[in-house]
Structures are given as structure tokens and as C-alpha cells.
């Protein structure tokens, strides 16, 4: 029995979800797709990705939730664990450019190289999001 678990200890320890994605809904991924959409400071291309993001994001739970057979206990947690991972990678892009278009005096022109990172990180973690649903 205990060599059915041994999965569990060469996963990395999860990280915690950053304090900024706790509200305003239960989910962490859809909360930054919030924050990024509803800041302003974004342009429509950015906020097509954080909605690709949140979408991706909702069909996977639902995927999980729905396919059949169940998903084992293992499976879930290791979609959820790519969910997880993909979700502190655009969160830290978007803290990156966040914090650069303040300290540029909100200058837009100014911060191009982060707002571009914050874009392939909203696309690659939701390529991830597509590839969990496909393995």
C-alpha cells in the first residue's frame, strides 16, 4: 500500500497561493485574470490572453470534472499541479509589469519588454492548460 502514494513524495512541495489572488473568488487563476482585465493598464491584446487564460483555466476543471472514466486521484493532482505551476508563472510576469509601469510614471511606451513577457506568459500557461486536458 505504501509504495500506491510513494507518487506523492517526489512531487514539489505546492506553492502558496500569492495573497493578491485570494479574492475576490475562490479561484486563484480567474482572480488574475481580474486583476489583469480589470486594471486598466492593459491593452486588448493583453486582455484577450488573460480571458484565453481564465477560459482555458474553466475547461479544464470542467474536463476533470466530467471525464469518464474518473480521473484517479493521482491525474487530478498532477493537472492541477500544471494549473498551479502555470498560474505563479503569469502572476509573476504580471507583478513584474505591473510594478514597471508604476516606476516608469505609468508610461506604457516605456515598459514594451515586460509587457511582452507578461504576454508569452499568458500564452504559454495557457497552452499548458490545453496540453493538461490532451494527456
Known sequence: MAGEWDWLKE???SSKVPEPLR????????NLGVRVIGSN??????VELAAQYMAEHARLELWI???DPPLGFQQQFERG???????LVAYEAWVAFETAYQASGKKVDQVRDERERLKAALRTVTEALVRARAE
Request: net charge negative; no cysteine; charged share 10%.
Open 65 to 67: 470534472g466530467s471525464h
Open 23 to 30: 479574492a475576490p473568488t475562490a479561484s486563484a487563476a480567474l
Open 11 to 13: 512531487q514539489p512541495p
Open 41 to 46: 493598464i492593459v491593452g486588448n491584446d493583453v
Open 81 to 87: 499541479r500544471a494549473a498551479s505551476e502555470g498560474l
